[in-house]
């Protein structure tokens, strides 16, 4: 559980102290005001990066050259004060307890968030790189290992890429890049076929519980016939020459797409909207489900982020929403209003007026 949100020039925020003692939270106040930066904050706090840019520079207040973003952490045995700062050039310092930590992979996941927004929908109506993202932070805060794995590849992605726009590439670098994309390609396709077939039995089972006969899948598709690393090895290789050509690599991880089905319909193209509003709610309710059962010694190291969702859901989607979500050590809301739901009776209210907070 989060017991105190410290934030210096993040967004909106130029100083900011906010103390919970609730399980459920609940930030009110008219649009535009920041009550979304701080579901932002906590998110980047879990996994330093934002759910709504990829570009860490946006989160600093405008004119500013740096930013904060601090937690007290309360876990099942101990307590921990987790910090990040990013200051001008893009320097981060990480530290836990006023100990720096120097790799982000030991930093990540010292809290374990699942946010639930109005662009979700976007999983499953948008280009596919959107849905690599999703499968790969649902694996990533299972799995710091997976995180590793896309570090590597990304990195020896890049300088593949590097050679293949070079005239006269080095072709022994080539090798020793491709050598770290295969043992990182095997980890990272193997794993996504796991959490496919583990998401689309999740996905199904709330959608049996809400009394919806349709069935869900997933084909992942990967360009590859068996998994082992030779066989990466031998493809990246056996495709060079048509990468010196294209300047890029064609095959790998980056290439993948994770394709929807719902009732046997390919969703992006013929789903209507309120299948696609279903489905990515099911999604992120199956990642929670999957991240609770993984890290069942200590659910309150688990928590939700929802940015103003519960109001468009029927009766039966709020009741499946609301149970699903409750498995959480901690919640945090959004609402331009107070909800009247009796789920926020006992709730920890917040007011937010351009970037002040105050507890009502």
Same mark, same amino acid.
């Given at each position: 559980?989060?017991?105190? *949100?410290?934030?210096?020039?993040?967004?909106?925020?130029?100083?900011?102290?906010?103390?919970?003692?609730?399980?459920?939270?609940?930030?009110?106040?008219?649009?535009?005001? &920041?009550?979304?930066?701080?579901l932002?904050a906590?998110?980047?706090?879990?996994?330093?990066?934002?759910?709504?840019?990829?570009?860490?520079?946006?989160i600093?207040?405008?004119?500013?050259?740096?930013?904060?973003?601090a937690?007290?952490?309360?876990?099942?045995?101990?307590? %921990?004060?987790?910090?990040v700062?990013?200051? %001008?050039?893009?320097?981060?310092?990480?530290?836990?307890?006023?100990?720096?930590?120097?790799?982000?992979?030991?930093?990540?996941?010292? @809290?374990?968030?699942?946010?639930?927004?109005?662009?979700?929908?976007?999983?499953?109506?948008?280009?596919?790189?959107?849905r690599?993202?999703?499968?790969?932070?649902?694996?990533?805060v299972?799995?710091?290992?997976?995180?590793n794995?896309?570090?590597?590849? &990304?990195?020896?992605l890049?300088?593949?890429n590097?050679?293949?726009?070079?005239?006269?590439?080095d072709?022994?670098?080539?090798?020793?890049?491709?050598? @770290?994309?295969?043992?990182?390609?095997f980890?990272? @396709?193997?794993?996504?076929?796991?959490?496919?077939?583990?998401?689309?039995?999740?996905?199904?089972?709330?959608?049996?519980?809400? &009394?919806?006969g349709?069935?869900? &899948?997933?084909?992942?598709? =990967? %360009?590859?016939?068996?998994?082992?690393? =030779?066989?990466?090895?031998?493809?990246?290789?056996?495709?060079?020459?048509?990468?010196?050509?294209?300047?890029?690599? =064609?095959?790998?991880?980056?290439s993948?797409?994770?394709?929807?089905?719902?009732?046997?319909?390919?969703?992006?193209?013929? =789903?209507?909207?309120?299948?696609?509003?279903?489905?990515? *709610?099911?999604?992120?309710?199956?990642?929670?489900?999957?991240?609770?059962?993984?890290?069942?010694?200590?659910?309150?190291?688990?928590?939700?982020?929802?940015?103003?969702?519960?109001?468009?859901l029927?009766?039966?989607?709020?009741?499946?929403?609301?149970?699903?979500?409750?498995?959480?050590?901690?919640?945090?809301?959004?609402?331009?209003?107070?909800?009247?739901?009796?789920?926020f009776?006992?709730?920890?209210?917040?007011?937010?007026?351009?970037?002040?907070?105050?507890?009502?």
């Amino acid at each position: 559980m989060i017991k105190r *949100l410290l934030l210096n020039n993040f967004r909106n925020y130029e100083s900011a102290e906010i103390t919970f003692s609730s399980r459920n939270i609940v930030f009110s106040g008219r649009n535009g005001q &920041g009550k979304t930066n701080l579901l932002e904050a906590l998110f980047f706090l879990s996994v330093l990066r934002s759910f709504r840019t990829s570009k860490t520079g946006d989160i600093k207040k405008i004119g500013c050259n740096s930013f904060y973003a601090a937690a007290d952490v309360r876990k099942k045995k101990w307590a %921990e004060f987790i910090e990040v700062k990013y200051s %001008e050039g893009g320097k981060r310092r990480l530290s836990i307890d006023s100990s720096p930590v120097l790799k982000a992979s030991e930093f990540i996941n010292q @809290i374990r968030v699942v946010v639930f927004s109005p662009d979700d929908i976007n999983i499953v109506t948008s280009n596919s790189g959107i849905r690599r993202r999703f499968m790969d932070m649902l694996i990533s805060v299972i799995d710091p290992f997976y995180l590793n794995a896309l570090r590597d590849y &990304g990195a020896a992605l890049k300088n593949r890429n590097a050679l293949l726009r070079d005239n006269k590439a080095d072709l022994i670098s080539m090798d020793a890049y491709e050598e @770290i994309m295969a043992e990182n390609c095997f980890k990272i @396709i193997k794993e996504r076929k796991k959490y496919t077939d583990i998401l689309i039995k999740e996905v199904n089972r709330l959608l049996a519980e809400m &009394g919806n006969g349709n069935i869900f &899948g997933i084909r992942y598709r =990967a %360009e590859i016939k068996n998994i082992s690393i =030779a066989f990466f090895r031998e493809k990246f290789k056996n495709e060079r020459s048509r990468d010196f050509k294209r300047g890029f690599t =064609a095959f790998g991880p980056q290439s993948d797409e994770f394709e929807l089905f719902f009732s046997n319909i390919l969703m992006r193209s013929f =789903a209507s909207a309120g299948q696609c509003r279903l489905i990515s *709610l099911c999604l992120k309710m199956a990642k929670l489900k999957i991240l609770c059962e993984s890290d069942c010694s200590d659910l309150e190291n688990v928590l939700v982020l929802v940015d103003d969702v519960t109001g468009e859901l029927d009766e039966i989607m709020r009741g499946m929403f609301f149970k699903v979500i409750s498995r959480a050590g901690q919640a945090f809301f959004t609402f331009t209003e107070k909800p009247d739901f009796d789920f926020f009776k006992d709730c920890e209210y917040y007011n937010i007026v351009n970037g002040e907070v105050k507890k009502k």
